[in-house]
């Protein structure tokens, strides 16, 4: 069964600096992963989707890498904002058959203004 | 941009009722999707649904769970007889197509009391 790792549990960093949040999975073998933001009581917004063939994706300030042989992906946001303050979560769809989720348990984000 | 829309927002019950969770997905979606997430616990995958059928649903899943697609808008989410621990935020998802990304919607914080 697949299962989703994300380190830190939280993060707190001041506004302006450069993060990384980081995303691990067992199971190799994935079409896709997405990444997801979710603010506190609320649902998940989508940021960014890679491919298993692909090796990043960028969307403004945020870039997400992949390597599918590793079993990682990460999430690097620039110059954070207060605004980014969320959870973020990373989910990996299986390379075979269906098409359900699997997500991480999520990384708390604190951008202190 | 398209949302995925769900009501009620929030719904308190009393253990043992039935209730109906609605969804109206995004117009030219093809997938349907339903996960929750219990206070603090990641979320996880309930069911999917395409050309009107589930095509997957997870252990979690039970008799006790229904879902219909009734008039080619609304895609509903049923729990028979609910019990405490069905305490959860519902969300729904759609899809474009296999390649694509999960729209979620905002979700449906469940209280069984």
């Known amino acids: 069964k697949q299962e989703v790792t994300q380190i830190p549990a939280a993060l707190s960093v001041p506004e302006g600096e450069n993060l990384v949040l980081n995303c691990s999975f067992t199971?190799?073998?994935?079409?896709?992963l997405q990444w997801f933001r979710q603010d506190p009581g609320k649902g998940l917004t989508s940021l960014l989707l890679i491919q298993s063939s692909q090796r990043e994706q960028t969307s403004g300030r945020l870039n997400a890498s992949l390597d599918k042989s590793s079993g990682r992906s990460t999430l690097y946001i620039a110059a954070s904002q207060p605004g980014d303050s969320a959870t973020y979560l990373c989910?990996?769809?299986?390379?075979?058959?269906?098409?359900?989720?699997?997500f991480g348990t999520g990384t708390r984000l604190t951008v202190i203004p | 941009e398209p949302e995925v829309t769900q009501t009620p927002s929030h719904q308190v019950t009393q253990m043992g009722q039935e209730v109906i969770l609605r969804c109206v997905p995004i117009s030219n979606h093809l997938y349907f999707y339903w996960y929750r997430q219990i206070l603090g616990q990641k979320v996880e995958f309930l069911v999917s649904f395409y050309n009107n059928e589930i095509s997957e649903k997870s252990e979690i899943f039970d008799d006790q769970f229904s879902v219909e697609r009734p008039d080619g808008s609304n895609f509903t989410l049923k729990i028979r007889s609910t019990k405490l621990e069905d305490s959860a935020m519902y969300f729904c998802a759609s899809q474009a197509g296999q390649n694509y990304g999960y729209t979620f919607g905002s979700g449906t914080r469940l209280t069984v009391v």
């Open positions: 989910a990996v769809r299986r390379g075979t058959g269906a098409n359900n989720l699997f």
């Open positions: 199971d190799s073998a994935i079409y896709n």
